[in-house]
Nanobody, 126 residues
Framework: QVQLVESGGGLVQAGGSLRLSCAASGRTSFSSYVMGWFRQAPGKEREFVAAINWSGTRTGYADSVKGRFTISRDNAKNTVYLQMNSLKPEDTAVYYC??????????????????WGQGTQVTVSS
């Protein structure tokens, strides 16, 4: 069982930056898990943002955030990060951290992740 807690959300102006963190805890080896970030805007389905494999050697991004967001992990701290630069109003959403046991590649679908955090709100004003 893995518990995930996100932090770092908030209100930022367009063009600004935020860094989200997701701390994992529980009876698990964090380095055994693929980690991902998803987001959900009001009235929309939850969508993939970024993911990273267990070692941090492979990452994947949604086209809408490629070149602006960076996912990384620190296995010693049981934490995954999402650095978000050049934020746009359309990035406004609740951002969720997700995890599942994985190997050398990463997942991109909601149904591929077993564990989810409670989410953190990101609001980008124009």
């Amino acid at each position: 069982q893995v518990q995930l807690v996100e932090s770092g959300g908030g209100l930022v102006q367009a063009g600004g930056s935020l860094r989200l963190s997701c701390a994992a805890s529980g009876r698990t080896s964090f380095s055994s898990y693929v980690m991902g970030w998803f987001r959900q805007a009001p009235g929309k389905e939850r969508e993939f943002v970024a993911a990273i494999n267990w070692s941090g050697t492979r990452t994947g991004y949604a086209d809408s955030v490629k070149g602006r967001f960076t996912i990384s992990r620190d296995n010693a701290k049981n934490t995954v990060y999402l650095q978000m630069n050049s934020l746009k109003p359309e990035d406004t959403a609740v951002y969720y951290c997700a995890a599942n046991i994985g190997g050398s590649y990463y997942y991109t679908r909601v149904d591929e992740f077993r564990y989810w955090g409670q989410g953190t709100q990101v609001t980008v004003s124009s």
